[in-house]
């Protein structure tokens, strides 16, 4: 199993970035998809940001980032997909994508996305 994280880079508040996670090694539609982020060098634990279900029919976002972000997934590409608007200091992250095949859960590497002026 394998999860790759892109699209993350700097980006002036305000601004969007659009986060992929590739998937590969199982099957991706059967799955749900979770997104997590962690402030580097923190300490804290991994803040879930949004999930949506293999069939895309439920999803949900954290309050902290409503309104802006978005979760979606295309299931023909195994991909799943995290829209970031309106792009704010405190989003300041690395970002994880999380699946849970077989009650195995697997994480990818993540992307670091940095909002800063």
Known sequence: VQLVES???????GGSLRL??????FVFRIYGIRWYR??????L???????????ASDSSVA???KG???ISRDNEKNTAYLQMNNLK???TANYFCNAVPWGQEYWGK????TVAS
Do not use: K, N, Y
């Open 38 to 43: 962690q402030v580097p060098g923190s300490g």
């Open 89 to 91: 200091p405190e989003d």
């Open 7 to 13: 699209g993350g880079g700097l980006v002036r508040p």
């Open 68 to 70: 802006r972000f978005t």
């Open 110 to 113: 993540g992307t670091l996305v």
């Open 63 to 65: 309050d902290s980032v």
């Open 45 to 55: 634990e991994r803040e879930l940001v949004a999930s949506i279900t293999g069939d």
């Open 20 to 25: 992929s996670c590739v998937a590969s090694g």
